[in-house]
């Protein structure tokens, strides 16, 4: 099982609900911090991790030996990677999708490959939650295939918690796309309700089910309840501002270890989304 | 042409409210929204559209099966798994590398260039402000950013304005790198929690391999002093200015609610002042020197 939690805005509580809904659940649970441009639940479940794995994405390495400066492999660079000018070959590894056109189209087998850093892949636990976070190199531009590939390790025995980048764009929609449920954090203000409106476009054009979690719930106007209502999404939570809770986070302490209260909401939330799941599961069958 | 690009690493430290607070008292400036994947500025600037322009993208492969002869090359060569057996391409994880496209032996594969988002001229009550709107699920978002920069920079020569203001995205891939480069200065907000100095600490890396002048400023500093400290301490490290400390202040979200920038909502608070004090840090400061010399010693460390 595969939840997502995603936002559209930034800063609205994503990376707290994914870690404290991982905390209540205790065990048979991973947490994937796709995240990866500014990755931070390892700061809130501060697990102890155990390997690290440099991540590569495949780029040109041409051979000047073998290469009679054709043009063929910088026509078909949609990304204009690839300069021939005079007797050299310019490679431009940042631009690079790894398409691997100019391997395939090159006649004289000019070129291999060699590795552009994405980043790392970092593996752990704590107690019983497995942890696997993606921590993009700085000055590095393209963060889906590292997404994808902090994806790949999810085991699926367990559920798998992803916590997602911000926005709506193609970084988010490779944390989000194959989920079996996306959960949105928002919040009730104007920025909240615009963004949560877009992400909410993002998940449809996904066709995955989803469910709102309200964060500092008072703090704005009823705006986002009203669109909740309208559009048929469910509320799962509505966590209030408060203080104590917002000081808490800034020291990385944890809800549910701060206000024990909280596990059992938590704990609900993450059973009101299997449930949605199953009913889900069951309308596609009996469709079927 | 000076330009100001306000970021964050972190989302919702307060980056577009304060953004647009600086745009209220700015004189003579332009406003730019790069935040473009989940824009926000334009709901407390209320911008009157004037010029709507298409923003084409890159391409996506379609499939002509009339013409297939389903000879399997294009899912041999696809890297993104974008086609199915079926012959079928999955628009969201095609990538348009075109490479299907010129391998096809019968040219079966269209490869039409895609809308992906649309950027706007405006005018608001501080002025002109160029934003765009991502679609959704889009690539590309670097080069959007890049553009919308641009018609910034154009408009304020055209209209003899000396200043750019420009809200810029979260985090440090694509956009974020397509909106830092050339700027004048750039002015991080953060918040003080473990995640706000985390970010901060990988935003600040990213700027100096731009050698691009910084600033940083402190949203909601009361919520945790210590923090707030260590902040300043990392930003006098790196060779980064300390603008100064905003408190954390619901009337914020107030105006927000209302469509208003701070300074037009309600009665003067103290954190009017502080906000003030921090624009004329910025203005002040010697990167933002009227002749627009670039000043070496003061780019982050
Ligand atoms: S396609 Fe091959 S031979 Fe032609 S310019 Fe490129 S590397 Fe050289
Ligand atoms: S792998 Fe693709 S994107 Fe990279 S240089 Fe070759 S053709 Fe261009
Ligand atoms: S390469 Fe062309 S002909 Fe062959 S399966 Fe693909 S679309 Fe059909
Ligand atoms: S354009 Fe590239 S990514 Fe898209 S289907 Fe063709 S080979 Fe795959």
Known sequence: MIISVASGKGGTGKTTISVNMALALGAGVELLDCDVEEPNAHLFLKPVIERSERVEVPVPLVDLKKCTFCRKCSDICRFNALAVVGKKVLVFQELCHSCGGCMAVCPEGAITETGRELGTVNFGARGDIRFINGQLRVGEAMSPPLIKRVRAEADLQLITIIDAPPGTSCPVIAAMNGADFILMVTEPTPFGLHDLKLAVEAVRLLGIPCGLVINRADIGDRKVFDYAESEKLPVLLTIPFDRRIAVAYSQGKNIVDEFPEWRERFGDLFRKIEAIIKDRGEAVSCAK | ?301
């Open chain 2, 1 to 301: 042409m000076r330009e100001i690009v306000i970021i964050s690493g972190k989302g919702g430290t307060g980056k577009t409210s304060l953004t647009a607070a600086f745009a209220s008292l700015a004189k003579n400036s332009v406003l730019c929204d790069a935040d473009v994947d989940a824009a926000d500025l334009h709901l407390l600037m209320q911008p009157e559209v004037r010029q709507r322009t298409d923003f084409m993208g890159g391409c996506k492969a379609i499939i002509n099966k009339d013409l297939c002869t389903n000879c399997g090359t294009c899912i041999d060569l696809c890297r993104f798994g974008a086609i199915s057996e079926q012959f079928q391409v999955d628009a969201i994880r095609c990538e348009g590398c075109g490479v299907c496209v010129d391998f096809c032996p019968v040219a079966a594969i269209d490869f039409p260039v895609q809308r992906c988002g649309e950027w706007y001229l405006s005018e608001t009550r501080f002025g002109p402000m160029v934003h765009a709107r991502l679609g959704i699920g889009e690539e590309n978002s670097g080069k959007l950013v890049s553009l919308v920069r641009k018609e910034a920079r154009q408009l304020a020569e055209k209209q003899g304005a000396d200043l750019i203001i420009t809200d810029g995205p979260p985090g440090i891939g694509c956009p974020v790198i397509a909106s830092i480069g050339g700027a004048t200065v750039l002015v991080i907000v953060v918040e003080p929690t473990v995640s706000g100095i985390h970010d901060m600490e990988r935003v600040v890396d990213l700027a100096a391999h731009f050698k691009v002048p910084g600033m940083v400023c402190v949203n909601k500093f009361d919520l945790n002093i210590k923090m707030t400290e260590a902040i300043e301490q990392l930003a006098l490290r790196r060779n980064v200015a300390v603008l100064g400390r905003v408190s954390f202040d619901p009337s914020f979200t107030r105006s927000m609610v209302e469509g208003k920038t701070l300074f037009e909502y309600g009665e003067p608070t103290a954190t009017w002042q502080q906000v003030r004090d921090i624009w004329t840090h910025i203005t002040s400061s010697p990167s933002m020197n009227t002749l627009g010399i670039v000043d070496l010693k003061s780019s982050i460390q």
